[in-house]
């Protein structure tokens, strides 16, 4: 066994968004991205009030990437200019390519607005290879009963999101080769998994606190890994879960700008020439 060796552990810092608890995880001043991951956002644990404002993310737009958003609490609706609306609970998930572009807003239900409760968001963005970056905007939001869940070893369950998990078929069929679950782990319960060493590991400790490759990682804290060794191994202090990942890395020039993320500058300032000529729909 040759375990991957980690490189640090970054804690997500307090950036409230309005009367929103929000953790920034990615990127931080010391971390840039883990390409292809490049944006987390946790949002969360708190509890609205009955006649609440709700999520606060109105109508923005995106361009070349993905967002993957997983909802522990609570609830997010979703509605899109390509025509997409849905409302998402507890334990679904959300998986939208924005490719080309679209205008999309995530707000709270008029339930959740109305009567209140537990909230509990994550959202992460994927990049987009330059290949795919224009292409056709897509949607598809999950309840929990519709993501397979499966067990990977006592006290241990993966909600199958992306990527192969013990020949079990994911919820998502994905434009890159992008493997994420979200990892229920008991206290007591242990993990052995192989990550090639080729490919680029996503954990992020949403609850709980577990001992992976001998070094402790709790509660909103983002551990990044080397590419050296394959092998990862998890032992939990207490009732976790993770948010686990891995990918092999683009590299390619990357530009963010707000919601675009493409290869150049020039294809951003084209992405805010087309948004403001109304190419996004609305």
């Known amino acids: 066994m040759l375990m991957r060796k ?19 995880v990615l990127p931080s001043p010391s971390l840039p991205q883990i390409d292809p991951f490049l944006f987390l956002n946790h949002h969360g644990p708190q509890v609205y009030k009955p ?13 070349g990437m993905e967002t993957v ?38 707000v709270s239900s008029t339930k959740f607005k109305k009567e209140g409760g537990p909230l509990e968001i994550l959202q992460l963005w994927l990049n987009l290879p330059a290949k795919h970056k224009m292409t056709a905007p ?6 929990k009963n519709e993501i397979p869940m499966v067990q990977l070893a006592d006290g241990v369950e993966a909600q199958c999101i ?31 998994l192989k ?9 992020y400790m949403i609850r709980g606190e577990v001992m992976v490759n001998e070094i402790k990682a709790s509660m909103l804290h983002l551990v990044e890994f080397t590419n050296q ?3 990862l191994v998890i032992e939990t202090l207490s009732d976790s879960i993770i948010l686990f990942g891995h990918a092999v890395p683009f590299n ?13 500058m020039e294809e951003i300032q084209q992405a805010y020439a087309d948004y403001q000529a109304g190419k996004f729909g609305n």
């Open 138 to 143: 897509q949607y598809t939001g999950l309840q």
């Open 6 to 24: 980690i490189k640090t552990l970054h804690k997500a810092r307090y950036t409230p968004i309005a009367d929103l608890v929000t953790y920034n």
């Open 252 to 264: 390619e020039p990357m530009v963010a700008h707000g919601p675009f993320v493409m290869n150049t």
């Open 195 to 203: 990550v090639a060493a080729e490919r680029n590991i996503f954990f």
């Open 162 to 192: 992306a990527g192969g998990w013990q020949q079990q078929k994911p919820a998502f069929e994905t434009i890159s080769d992008v493997t994420i679950a979200t990892l229920y782990l008991k206290k007591g319960s242990s993990l052995s």
């Open 229 to 231: 060794g394959e092998d």
């Open 69 to 106: 958003t997983f909802i522990i609490e609570g609830d997010i609706m979703h509605q899109d200019s390509a025509g997409h609306e849905s409302v998402i609970e507890a334990g679904g998930v959300q998986w939208m390519t924005a490719g080309r572009g679209l205008i999309h807003a995530e």
């Open 51 to 63: 006649n609440n404002n709700g999520l606060p993310f109105g109508p923005h737009p995106h361009r």
